[in-house]
């Protein structure tokens, strides 16, 4: 009998490694990307290079961490259960609740951007019914299968891959070779020409506006960790994860910091704000006059892609809180095609709710998803923190796991800890920036409500 009901509550490994590598790409690779980088060219300038290369290095000592303990132990919702077992319980159920809140608020976030990006091709269409549209969709694409899923988010994240890559080669061929130029090469000069107010034509900013655009960097980041849930889906998963992330993380830094690089060196850095989505200028800059058309389908794909994975990975979460009785039962009920159907629904659910209000109440879609992304951004850090930690404890208390493992994290532990304490500053630099001091307010709120319910509940005790 207990075998029966444990079967009933496992979810079956039905993904291949690539879609697993496309669902970390896709988490990662979004409207932070298309939409992030005009605030953090405003804030730093062409320094901002630097600021996705160094926070895509913290990203790289987290994935690590994670794969060094997903080796051993892969399966669903891996990161939390790494958090509660070498850390607190606590620990753990701050980082599944912190996933399911992210995701929420990230999925109301990518669908207001989705129906405006809509409005471009259809501008007299109700917000409303687009949005209903859009969410039902993705509905029925998580609740088909995971791999139907994963297949939905292999395509979303390719036309992103391809996109990013084909416009760094353009942008390369007119930096060096005058491609679209007359064959006149623009350069580097752009890197250095345009001083700031720091005086710096490299960091505009000063160290201040170089630290407070490592905030919006870090959130446009979030989502890489998808690796710890989808890894209790895929076949073959030690496999699956020494591959993903060794090529998901290179190919993230080359696709940021390749896509950042050709941005600030074909346009002065205080010329982009007044002229759109530098992904569109650039296209346009060598002569691809449906530029604006081009993007605007990659931007939606990317707004529907991140809507999509934050459905998959806040409803794998709410499965997991409901096994263990966190949350209420009916979310652990698993359907006949072997997914977490009402989880899903609950998920959505609140995305909806979200949308809704936005709706009624918000002044502008531009202002809502600013202000509901960055909200995120806080507790979307949770994941990090508790993988540094655990995986401490883990390489503490498993030192004959360890002995023979083949994809151990570099510099233990000075890499943890120096991790870390980058992670922290740039919270407490979210603070002092006028621009993130709210959102990241609701974000502490949020963490500080959830450490209450638990306390409340559980008390202090180790093992609930």
Same mark, same amino acid.
């Given at each position: 009998?207990?075998?029966?009901?444990?079967?009933?509550?496992?979810?079956?490994?039905?993904?291949?490694?690539?879609?697993?590598?496309?669902?970390?790409?896709?988490?990662?690779?979004?409207?932070?990307?298309?939409?992030?980088?005009?605030?953090?060219?405003? $804030?730093?300038?062409?320094?901002?290079?630097?600021?996705?290369?160094?926070?895509?290095?913290?990203?790289?000592?987290?994935?690590?961490?994670?794969?060094?303990?997903?080796?051993?132990? =892969?399966?669903?919702?891996?990161?939390?259960?790494?958090?509660?077992?070498?850390?607190?319980?606590?620990?753990?159920?701050?980082?599944? $609740?912190?996933?399911?809140?992210?995701?929420?608020?990230?999925?109301?976030?990518?669908?207001?951007?989705?129906?405006?990006?809509?409005?471009? $091709? $259809?501008?007299?269409?109700?917000?409303?019914?687009?949005?209903?549209?859009?969410?039902?969709?993705?509905?029925?694409?998580?609740?088909?299968?995971?791999?139907?899923?994963?297949?939905?988010?292999?395509?979303?994240?390719?036309?992103?891959?391809?996109? /990013?890559?084909?416009?760094?080669?353009?942008?390369?061929?007119?930096?060096?070779?005058?491609?679209?130029?007359?064959?006149?090469?623009?350069?580097?000069?752009?890197?250095?020409?345009?001083?700031?107010?720091?005086?710096?034509?490299?960091?505009?900013?000063?160290?201040?506006?170089?630290?407070?655009?490592?905030?919006?960097?870090?959130?446009?980041?979030?989502?890489?960790?998808?690796?710890?849930?989808?890894?209790?889906?895929?076949?073959?998963?030690?496999?699956?994860?020494?591959?993903?992330?060794?090529?998901?993380?290179?190919?993230?830094?080359?696709?940021?910091?390749?896509?950042?690089?050709?941005?600030?060196?074909?346009?002065?850095?205080?010329?982009?704000?007044?002229?759109?989505? =530098?992904? %569109?200028?650039?296209?346009?800059?060598?002569?691809?006059?449906?530029?604006?058309?081009?993007?605007?389908?990659?931007?939606?794909?990317?707004?529907?892609?991140?809507?999509?994975?934050?459905?998959?990975?806040?409803?794998?979460?709410?499965?997991?809180?409901?096994?263990?009785?966190? @949350?209420?039962?009916? +979310?652990?009920?698993?359907?006949?095609?072997?997914?977490?159907?009402? @989880?899903?629904?609950?998920?959505?659910?609140?995305?909806?709710?979200?949308?809704?209000?936005?709706?009624?109440?918000?002044?502008?879609?531009?202002?809502?998803?600013?202000?509901?992304?960055?909200?995120?951004?806080?507790?979307?850090?949770?994941?990090?923190?508790?993988?540094?930690?655990?995986?401490?404890?883990?390489?503490?208390?498993?030192?004959?796991?360890?002995?023979?493992?083949?994809?151990?994290?570099?510099?233990? =532990?000075?890499?943890?800890?120096?991790?870390?304490?980058?992670?922290?500053?740039?919270?407490?630099?979210? +603070?002092?920036?006028?621009?993130?001091?709210?959102?990241? /307010?609701?974000?502490?709120? %949020?963490?500080?409500?959830?450490?209450?319910?638990?306390?409340?509940?559980?008390?202090?005790?180790?093992?609930?």
């Amino acid at each position: 009998m207990e075998t029966k009901n444990k079967a009933k509550t496992a979810l079956k490994r039905s993904m291949t490694a690539g879609q697993v590598e496309m669902i970390s790409l896709g988490g990662a690779i979004g409207v932070g990307l298309f939409m992030g980088s005009t605030s953090t060219i405003k $804030w730093t300038g062409p320094s901002v290079i630097l600021s996705y290369a160094f926070v895509g290095l913290l990203l790289y000592i987290v994935m690590r961490a994670l794969g060094e303990m997903l080796y051993v132990n =892969p399966g669903t919702g891996s990161f939390a259960d790494y958090a509660t077992e070498y850390v607190h319980p606590l620990a753990g159920y701050l980082a599944m $609740w912190a996933n399911v809140f992210e995701y929420i608020v990230v999925g109301m976030s990518e669908v207001v951007a989705a129906t405006e990006y809509l409005r471009f $091709w $259809w501008p007299k269409a109700p917000t409303w019914i687009a949005g209903v549209v859009i969410i039902f969709l993705l509905v029925l694409a998580n609740i088909v299968s995971a791999k139907a899923y994963g297949a939905l988010e292999f395509w979303f994240a390719m036309i992103k891959v391809v996109t /990013i890559i084909v416009m760094i080669l353009l942008g390369l061929g007119l930096i060096f070779f005058g491609l679209g130029n007359s064959g006149h090469p623009i350069g580097l000069s752009n890197l250095w020409d345009h001083p700031g107010k720091s005086g710096n034509g490299f960091f505009t900013g000063g160290w201040q506006g170089f630290l407070f655009s490592m905030s919006v960097v870090a959130g446009s980041y979030e989502g890489i960790e998808l690796l710890g849930i989808s890894a209790g889906e895929v076949a073959n998963p030690k496999q699956a994860v020494v591959k993903s992330v060794k090529s998901v993380l290179m190919r993230i830094l080359i696709f940021y910091v390749g896509a950042i690089f050709v941005i600030v060196t074909i346009y002065p850095w205080n010329k982009l704000s007044g002229l759109g989505s =530098p992904f %569109v200028t650039t296209f346009a800059k060598v002569g691809i006059t449906a530029a604006a058309s081009i993007i605007n389908f990659v931007v939606l794909t990317a707004a529907l892609s991140g809507a999509n994975s934050g459905i998959y990975s806040s409803s794998r979460m709410l499965f997991k809180l409901a096994t263990e009785n966190n @949350a209420p039962k009916i +979310f652990s009920h698993i359907s006949k095609r072997i997914v977490p159907n009402y @989880a899903i629904y609950g998920i959505t659910s609140g995305i909806l709710l979200g949308f809704s209000l936005d709706t009624l109440v918000a002044k502008s879609a531009g202002d809502m998803f600013v202000v509901v992304f960055s909200s995120s951004v806080l507790p979307g850090m949770i994941p990090w923190f508790v993988i540094l930690w655990a995986e401490l404890r883990f390489r503490r208390n498993n030192p004959a796991l360890l002995k023979d493992h083949p994809f151990k994290l570099p510099l233990y =532990p000075f890499s943890n800890y120096f991790a870390m304490a980058m992670l922290i500053l740039i919270v407490v630099c979210m +603070f002092f920036n006028p621009d993130t001091r709210i959102s990241v /307010i609701v974000g502490a709120a %949020v963490l500080l409500i959830t450490v209450i319910v638990y306390l409340f509940r559980y008390g202090l005790k180790t093992n609930k």
